[in-house]
């Protein structure tokens, strides 16, 4: 088991699931959670491009987990810049794995649907379990997909989100982003041809806890039911939201100018850990109800 009486370093405490993972962890550990370039309350600047990991003002020895949840995160930026990027995605975030390694930690580092092509068979998503080869077709993917096979290669856990939904109104993100133009009125494009589930930051958070808890090492997907099209998940939020369903234009995902081709099944299999967990991850129907009701 974890001594949960040594503590643990976030690294990416400031995006809405590194938030929520402080939150989780600090009902029982000490936690040390870091910034780039949007300083927390409590957080340490730690920037993975050139910081040396050694340099953290913590005492490693005394360290019981490490979570990786930081990192160049737009595939855009990815793309227009593999070798910058990089350094973050893979070098930099190495460097903190080697090093809780070498201290005996077995890290926990977040990985994404991306690492899956995203080819549709016959129009329609499968979506991917753990034993499905990765393959992925973006620099972002192929980057996870790098520090994924350190990481499984030697001690750690690795666990693949689908597309993230914070409750908390400041942090915005896919549905309140959405909701919020609907509510003005706003037409908004929504791909018919891209499929994807929606996962609740907090239900991350708690499965971080649970993974520290029990020890849960190895490859596991993170996602809740059910999988829907964009435009699907779109037009649920506009009927819950009482909007004209007309303000959804339905589009493909060709029709945006993207920098690289994206994969249209984000979709993940989640059910192995759902199998695992005391609790039924929040559904997508259930966030969207959850944000309306919240305003
Ligand atoms: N959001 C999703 O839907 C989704 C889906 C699948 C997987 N994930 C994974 O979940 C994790 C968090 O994703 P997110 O979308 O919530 O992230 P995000 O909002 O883009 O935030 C990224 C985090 O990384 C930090 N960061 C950025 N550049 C850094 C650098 N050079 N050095 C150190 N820290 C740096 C940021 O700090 P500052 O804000 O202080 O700059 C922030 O804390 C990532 O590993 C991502 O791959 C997310």
């Known amino acids: ?79 227009q810049d593999p070798e910058a990027s990089a350094r973050v995605n893979v ?9 809780a390694q070498q201290f005996g930690i077995a890290p926990i580092f977040l990985s994404s649907d991306a690492v899956f092509s995203g080819a549709l068979s016959n129009g329609e998503p499968r979506p991917k379990t753990e034993t499905d080869p990765a393959d992925p077709i973006t620099v972002y993917g192929r980057q996870k997909r790098a ?21 908390w109104p400041e942090d915005g993100g896919f549905l309140p982003d959405l909701a919020a133009r609907l509510l003005h009125s706003e037409p908004v494009r929504a791909a018919t041809d891209q499929f994807l589930n929606l996962t609740w930051t907090e239900d991350v958070a708690r499965v971080i806890g649970f993974a520290i808890a029990e020890n849960l090492s190895g490859l596991w997907h993170v996602a809740a039911e059910p999988v829907r099209s964009r435009y699907d998940w779109s037009i649920g939020l ?34 192995r850990l759902q199998q695992r967990l005391p609790w039924t991850l929040r559904t997508g129907d259930q966030l969207i109800s959850d944000i309306v009701r919240r305003g």
């Open 1 to 79: 088991m974890t001594d949960l009486s040594k503590g643990a370093l976030v690294v990416g405490a400031t995006s809405s699931v590194g938030k929520a993972i402080c939150r989780e962890l600090s009902q029982r550990q000490e936690v040390v959670g870091t910034h780039h370039k949007n300083p927390g309350p409590t957080t340490v600047a730690f920037d993975l491009e050139g910081d040396d990991p050694g340099s953290l003002p913590i005492d490693w020895g005394n360290l019981g987990s490490v979570v990786v949840a930081g990192g160049l995160t737009k595939l855009d930026v990815c793309a």
């Open 91 to 99: 070098e930099g975030t190495l460097r903190v794995i080697r090093r």
């Open 147 to 167: 520090v994924e096979d350190v990481v499984l290669g030697s001690t750690g856990t690795v666990l693949r989100l689908s597309k993230l939904v914070s409750t």
């Open 238 to 271: 506009a009927r819950e939201l009482g909007v004209s369903e007309g303000l959804v234009r339905p589009c493909s995902l060709s029709d945006f100018e993207l920098d690289e081709p994206r994969p249209k099944d984000c979709s993940l299999d989640g059910s």
